[in-house]
Nanobody
Framework: VQLQASGGGLVQAGGSLTLSCAPPERPDSRYSVAWFRQAAGKEREFVAA???GRTYYDDSVKGRFTISRDNAVHLQMNNLRPEDTAVYYC??????????????????WGQGTQVTVSS
């Protein structure tokens, strides 16, 4: 299953962007979808996930980012900061909930979309 991520771009600090990820083809509602990001020279890190109707966020984005799901999975990003600059990846899988923030639980990945926040 190939996921398609879109919506990245260049924005000033304090601005907003919305990323979208085409959902996996499987109709299984237990499929979790997450966003990860990787800044230059850094490890890939968890951003947010939606699983079984519940949402999960990294502390660094709580209150600023919102993940939602309809025909696609969206990541609404508000009050962006320069430290949010990274390539953002969407991923789908069936991780156990206690490990939902680990990339190891996701077998399907999108190609990544660049988000750049200028100061």
């Amino acid at each position: 299953v190939q996921l398609q991520a879109s919506g990245g771009g260049l924005v000033q600090a304090g601005g907003s962007l919305t990323l979208s990820c085409a959902p996996p083809e499987r109709p299984d509602s237990r499929y979790s979808v997450a966003w990860f990001r990787q800044a230059a020279g850094k490890e890939r890190e968890f951003v947010a996930a939606i699983a079984r109707g519940r949402t999960y966020y990294d502390d660094s984005v709580k209150g600023r980012f919102t993940i939602s799901r309809d025909n696609a999975v969206h990541l609404q990003m508000n009050n962006l900061r320069p430290e949010d600059t990274a390539v953002y990846y969407c991923a789908a899988g069936r991780p156990i909930l206690s490990a939902i923030s680990s990339p190891l639980g996701y077998g399907n990945w999108g190609q990544g979309t660049q988000v750049t926040v200028s100061s």
